[in-house]
């Protein structure tokens, strides 16, 4: 476990500072040192809220009804977002508030804490269709639907999967999930295609050379980026796609500046960084001292994984474009924060589990069961 917590604790600190060494040489040529000082200040709050979670007891979100509370707020900020008195429209969405700020990276969280909390209180009871299914998936759809409207897809896609996971992880059964997901799937598919700009986006992600100069431009460039740096890259600094050539290449496309800057070795060690923290996350999760803890840290290992999966997927051309950012690393000063929320829940589960013995940990567990039963 400790090796875990050490291992953990590196590739965070390694990952960011390799986004803020990589935001500094992405965007100095454009837009000056104002986005990586943005970034820095972000990055502070993300430490000290890293450092308050990862100091607190975890357990204590269980109490006075923390969850459900940290969930309303959430609804609430994905519903004022929605307004034209609070919310601000950037390329056709409305998702992040004029003051600052982007809800749905909060939603991600409190979703998270949601889950696992419920799925505790639940524990002997989620196979049941209406305990496991429907009461937890009336919150899932609700942040799902409130994140599609601004309209985020992406974003809304992984809400999705990420709660559907949780819930499974929590003891639903797949009978159960099964039609919500193919009805889901086949909803979506009918929207992207009655949809004229997500359609043209799967259409270049299937014809790539036939959308290279339209709508699959940015794809096409971050590849050509990719592919220019070699195994070992044009040296940092020295990366031409990032000069206009790839938009966004300072937030969802700040791998591709990665590989033409610093090669394949670099792409292929922050691949690795990110495996070794699903890795570390999934032992954290299976020596967690309780339920509660298992399905905090399960939930939080998933949020890294698929928005590292589908950000390095759409880069390198394996996804269609979803515009999520890629944790640690891509501008942005709200999943910066969020991410570092969750790291330092994380390293609190870790923490505990450590101090725990095994005896300690089964009478955890025993404790749980007895009191999911009494309830």
């Known amino acids: 476990m400790r090796a875990s917590f050490h291992t953990l604790v590196f590739c965070v600190g390694a990952l960011l500072v390799l986004g803020m060494v990589m935001l500094y040489s992405a965007s100095m040529a454009q837009e000056g040192a104002g986005l990586l000082v943005s970034q820095l200040k972000w990055g502070a709050l993300g430490m000290i809220a890293c ?12 109490r006075f009804h923390i969850p459900v509370i940290l969930a309303v707020v959430a609804a609430l900020a994905l519903i004022l977002v929605l307004t034209p008195q609070l919310g601000k429209t950037i390329n056709g969405s409305q998702r992040w508030f004029k003051f600052g700020g982007q809800p749905s990276e909060f939603a991600k969280v409190a979703l998270i804490i949601l889950l696992a909390w419920y799925g505790e209180v639940n524990m002997r009871r989620m196979e049941n269709f209406w305990r496991g299914l429907a009461i937890p998936g009336l919150a899932v759809g ?6 599609f409207l601004e309209p985020d897809w992406g974003t809304a896609i992984l809400l999705a999967a990420l709660g559907g996971s949780m819930l499974l992880l929590a003891g639903v059964r797949w009978l159960h999930v099964l039609p919500p997901i193919l009805a889901g799937v086949a909803v979506v598919s009918f929207m992207l295609w009655e949809n004229p700009v997500r359609r043209e986006r799967v259409m270049a992600f299937l014809h790539p050379e036939e959308y290279k100069e339209t709508v ?59 495996a070794a923290i699903v890795i570390c996350g999934a032992n954290i ?3 967690a001292p309780d339920d509660f803890g298992r399905l905090l840290a399960s939930g939080i290992t998933l949020l890294f994984g698929l928005q590292a999966f589908i950000n ?5 051309g394996s996804l269609p474009n979803k515009g999520i950012s890629l944790p640690f690393i891509s501008y942005g000063g709200s999943n910066l924060l969020a991410m570092m929320t969750c790291a330092g829940l994380l390293f609190a589960v870790a923490r505990t589990a450590a101090s725990c013995s095994p005896a300690e940990r089964r009478l955890a567990g025993t404790e749980n069961i007895f009191a999911t039963e009494t309830a």
């Open 51 to 62: 450092l308050g979670c990862a100091s607190l007891d975890y357990q204590a979100l269980k």
């Open 142 to 147: 609700l942040f799902v639907g409130l994140v």
């Open 216 to 274: 699959g431009f940015q794809t096409y460039q971050a590849k050509l980026a990719l592919g220019s740096g070699g195994l070992t890259g044009r040296g940092l600094g020295n990366g031409r796609q990032k000069r206009g050539f790839v938009p966004e290449h300072h937030t969802d496309f700040i791998l591709s500046v990665i590989g033409e800057e610093l090669g394949l070795v670099a792409t292929l060690a922050v691949v690795a960084g990110f």
């Open 285 to 287: 999760a299976r020596g």
């Open 312 to 316: 390095i997927g759409v880069v390198t």
